[in-house]
């Protein structure tokens, strides 16, 4: 049984992480924004709960706590997004949107950093970025600045850490979730989005979670410094339409 810690586990790719590493047996812990918002998904789950705004360093530090025994992997799963034409974007958005998806994975890695190194058999890092690093979208450029910031780190800390720690990132394509319907805007709009895929329909947190269990577990040994494209093939072919 391995030991992990989700960052942002109650709903959306997180929650999906917890219930499947849950499934197979693993020990976690759980955070979210309040203790009272990621407890019940914890109880349900045996996990451990903890309260953690990735913006308050304070709270950051208090996960060396987490880190006193050995642990064997992280899914940083805080994230937000900001979408706007460029003219309209202001220093804060660029800010929070940086601080948020680049910037608090980059603290909380450092703190977790003693954890990780004394996993007996190795440990693993999991990251998000977006197709949007890669393609350009309107309206991204927030997003995509901050999870090309995330790419920079995978590969960074990949190499620095091999071969102890392993670090990878799943990049999806828009996902059926509270998040993704807000941004397609209207059913209309999420089936349009949805047939621009090769595989037309939108991703779903089971398709990020399938991946996200290999890459942290024994059966993802042999993968680290990888940005793995979850995203129905839409960042790399395009197919006729009949």
Known sequence: MARYLIVGGQGGVGEAMAR?????GHELVLTGRSAEGVEPL???LGAEALALDVLD???????????????NGLVYAAGTITL???DRLVEDDFLNVFRVNALGAAKVIQVLLPGLKAAPEGASVLLFSTIAVDQGFAAHASIAMAKGAVVGLVRSLAAEFAPQIRVN??????LDTPLGRTVAGSPRMAEAVANLHPIPRLGTTGDIAAMGELLLTEAGSWITGQVIGIDGGRSRLRTPRG
């Open 169 to 174: 990132a799943i990049a999806p394509s828009l």
């Open 57 to 71: 360093d304070a709270g950051i530090q208090r996960l060396s706590a987490v880190a006193a025994e050995p642990l």
């Open 20 to 24: 499947r590493l849950a499934g197979a």
């Open 42 to 44: 914890a109880a349900e």
């Open 84 to 86: 706007k034409p460029f």
